[in-house]
């Protein structure tokens, strides 16, 4: 097996900090996606009638994480078929950018790397511009637009943020998390979740007229 390396040093001490820097950004962009920084120019919009109202989920800002997890896909995927290696690590974004930061000299010796970090810088950037766009207040959340998000994939850490604003008990990323570990959620081919699955889990409470206080899903009698 070739030892030669396709990407300079220089290349590769770049490579080493943009990997780094990719959990970070990645936190910065969920709490982008879910606060809606922004739902203005170009964001994507849902019809009630004769009204239309921009989509609790900032999809620019989805759609950047959606490029750079592919990106990163990418590469790992071929640095195992070209390095004959088996990937061990998650399938989050950040455990395939910590994979390959751990095996960054693989990924240098591995041909057509080379262009490997103008893509990932590239998709990094990406995920910048969609949050360094002007911030605009953020839409209300009525029941229509609540149910219209119940099939929206997120991370953990993207529905610890939407609790409060859903009007569901706070709930941690690390408590989904051990959920899935449990069998009680299950992830799609990109590792999300279904965020009516984390809400059926974690369910509303209400009070009614006699102050009885029950979940949002089924009133318990008093």
């Known amino acids: ?8 040093r220089e ?3 770049m490579l080493d900090k943009l990997l ?5 950004l990645i936190d910065d962009l969920a709490i982008t996606i879910c606060r809606q920084d922004r739902t203005g120019k170009g964001g994507m919009k849902i019809s009630s009638g004769s009204d239309e109202q921009p989509m609790p989920f900032n999809v620019g800002a989805s759609d950047a994480g959606d490029y750079l997890r592919n990106e990163l896909n990418t590469w790992a995927r071929l640095v195992c078929e070209e390095r004959y290696i088996s990937y061990d690590g998650s399938d989050s974004v950040v455990g395939v950018s910590v994979w390959l930061r751990k095996n ?4 240098a010796m591995t041909q057509g790397a080379e262009d490997a970090l103008s ?7 990406r995920c910048r511009r969609a949050m360094d766009l002007p911030a605009e207040d953020p839409p209300s959340w009525d029941e229509e637009m609540v149910e ?3 099939n929206q994939a997120v991370t953990a850490t993207q529905a610890q943020l939407l609790m409060g604003r859903l009007g569901h008990p706070p709930l941690k990323a690390a408590t989904i998390s051990k959920w899935f570990e ?4 299950e992830v ?6 279904r965020l009516g699955d984390i809400l059926a889990r974690n369910p509303r409470k209400v009070v009614d007229e006699d102050g009885c206080r029950s979940d949002a899903v089924s009133r318990l009698a008093c």
């Open 20 to 24: 780094g820097e990719i959990p970070g």
């Open 182 to 185: 449990r069998g009680h959620l």
């Open 148 to 150: 219209r998000a119940m």
């Open 11 to 13: 290349d590769r001490q």
């Open 119 to 125: 893509g990932i810088e590239s998709a990094m950037k």
């Open 1 to 8: 097996m070739s030892e030669i390396y396709f990407v300079c």
């Open 188 to 193: 799609d081919d990109r590792g999300f979740f």
């Open 104 to 107: 960054l000299a693989s990924l």
